[in-house]
């Protein structure tokens, strides 16, 4: 998946609603690629002449925790040979079974 920037030249382009807007269509479409559905916006996008504040900032942060939190749909299922696309680790719910008397991913394990 390729994302779609606007160049920024290190200590010569300043941050704008561009760069941060650009930050919330690249989320949406990872949301897209893994498909889950898209964080809810509430102080994104912001306008051209719209001054850019730590709201927008936390939203980002938000925005990709969510993301994060629901990427990994294969955790804690039952059957063999489930990946975990978001986070790479293969899953064996049998070797889960054999090794900790349970069936849970080895995603838990190894965070």
């Known amino acids: 998946m390729a994302f779609t920037w606007t160049t920024i030249v290190p200590g010569v ?3 704008d ?3 941060v ?5 690249n989320t ?3 949301a897209d690629t893994l498909g889950i559905a898209h964080y809810t916006w509430t102080n994104l ?3 051209e002449d719209q001054i850019i504040s730590a ?3 936390e939203e980002l942060r938000d925005a990709l925790d ?3 939190d629901n990427s990994c749909t294969t955790q804690n ?4 040979g489930a990946y975990c696309a978001s986070h790479k680790i293969p899953h064996d719910s049998a070797v889960d079974l054999a090794q900790y008397g349970t069936v849970e991913s080895v995603y838990n394990k190894k965070i």
């Not at 299922?77 to 063999?80: A, E, G, K, S």
């Open 28 to 30: 949406n479409s990872l």
């Open 45 to 47: 996008p912001v306008s």
């Open 66 to 68: 969510y993301i994060d």
């Open 55 to 57: 709201v927008q900032g």
């Open 13 to 15: 382009t300043e941050a």
């Open 77 to 80: 299922t039952v059957y063999l």
């Open 21 to 25: 807007n650009e930050i919330m269509i």
């Open 17 to 19: 609603s561009t760069h």
